[in-house]
């Protein structure tokens, strides 16, 4: 099992910029890919960005691409999304997400384990 623990959320002004943490434990041997995905109110969980274990390879959406970046921690086990240049539509709760196999996959349904979730809010 893996618990995944995020924190780094809160309320920004738009262009402003925000470092999400993503903390795991457990069995973090089942960490091969870790990723970030976020819902806005009333839309489906979407996928942010994904690493994989090196940090050798990573993924994101076409609406974060320039402005985040995902990276991890190896030795903390640790991964963090730098957001930049906010907007108001990244408002959303952001969820760190984790999977074993080595496979990077944008779909929800590809993750066993997720975290419970951190607010960002963007206002203009």
């Known amino acids: 099992q893996v618990h995944l623990v995020e924190s780094g959320g809160g309320l920004v002004q738009a262009g402003g910029s925000l470092r999400l943490s993503c903390a795991a434990s457990?069995?973090?041997?089942?960490?091969?890919?870790m990723g970030w995905f976020r819902q806005a109110p009333g839309k489906e969980r979407e996928f942010v960005a994904a690493?994989?274990?090196?940090?050798?390879?990573?993924y994101y959406a076409d609406s974060v691409k320039g402005r985040f970046a995902i990276s991890r921690d190896n030795a903390a086990n640790t991964v963090y999304l730098q957001m930049n240049g906010l907007k108001s539509e990244d408002t959303a709760v952001y969820y760190c997400?984790?999977?074993?196999?080595?496979?990077?996959?944008?779909?929800?349904?590809?993750?066993?384990?997720w975290g419970q979730g951190t607010q960002v809010t963007v206002f203009s």
């Open positions: 997400a984790a999977k074993s196999s080595t496979i990077m996959l944008i779909v929800t349904s590809g993750y066993a384990y």
């Open positions: 457990g069995r973090t041997s089942s960490t091969s890919v």
């Open positions: 690493i994989n274990r090196s940090g050798s390879s990573t």
